[in-house]
């Protein structure tokens, strides 16, 4: 089974407000999550989508015959980790300041290919014979 994987590391935004989107696309089929991020008014699903094309991409160039179709691929795993933080200050009253957390976060994306089941005809079961016995 293939699968592959898409890091983007120091994104501006905190981890909290990318989670709601990841959210979102974990464990849906590619085509379905592209268009949930494309179409999220949120800021953050723009990166979210970014990441996931990548990951498509690095999925197709790791196969050899180049020949993945995108349909039967789904989101295995993705998740937010948090980034370091900005420390910033901002005025406060009588001279004082108050400090503020410019948070980052970290997202990966891996992707994976949908395994192909046979489809197994179901025998039909065998009636009892329905032989008289005196």
Same mark, same amino acid.
């Given at each position: 089974?293939?699968? !592959?994987?898409?890091?983007?590391?120091?994104?501006?935004?905190?981890?909290?407000?990318?989670?709601?989107?990841?959210?979102?696309?974990?464990?849906?089929?590619?085509?379905?999550?592209?268009?949930?991020? =494309?179409?999220?008014?949120? =800021?953050?699903?723009?990166?979210?989508?970014?990441?996931?094309?990548?990951?498509?991409?690095?999925?197709?160039?790791?196969?050899?015959?180049?020949?993945?179709?995108?349909?039967?691929?789904?989101?295995?795993?993705?998740?937010?980790?948090?980034?370091?933080?900005?420390?910033?200050?901002?005025?406060?009253?009588?001279?004082? !300041?108050?400090?503020?957390?410019?948070?980052?976060?970290?997202?990966?994306?891996?992707?994976?290919?949908?395994?192909?089941?046979?489809?197994?005809? !179901?025998?039909?079961?065998?009636?009892?014979?329905?032989?008289?016995?005196?």
């Amino acid at each position: 089974m293939l699968e !592959a994987r898409a890091i983007n590391r120091y994104i501006g935004s905190s981890p909290r407000k990318m989670r709601l989107i990841i959210d979102l696309i974990r464990g849906k089929s590619v085509p379905e999550a592209i268009n949930i991020l =494309h179409f999220s008014p949120k =800021h953050s699903s723009r990166v979210a989508e970014k990441v996931l094309r990548s990951a498509v991409s690095n999925l197709q160039n790791k196969d050899e015959a180049g020949r993945t179709d995108t349909d039967t691929l789904y989101v295995k795993e993705a998740f937010v980790n948090g980034g370091p933080s900005m420390k910033r200050m901002l005025p406060a009253p009588m001279g004082r !300041a108050y400090r503020m957390l410019k948070r980052s976060n970290h997202l990966t994306i891996i992707v994976a290919q949908k395994i192909q089941r046979k489809k197994q005809v !179901a025998k039909p079961k065998e009636k009892p014979s329905s032989k008289k016995t005196n």
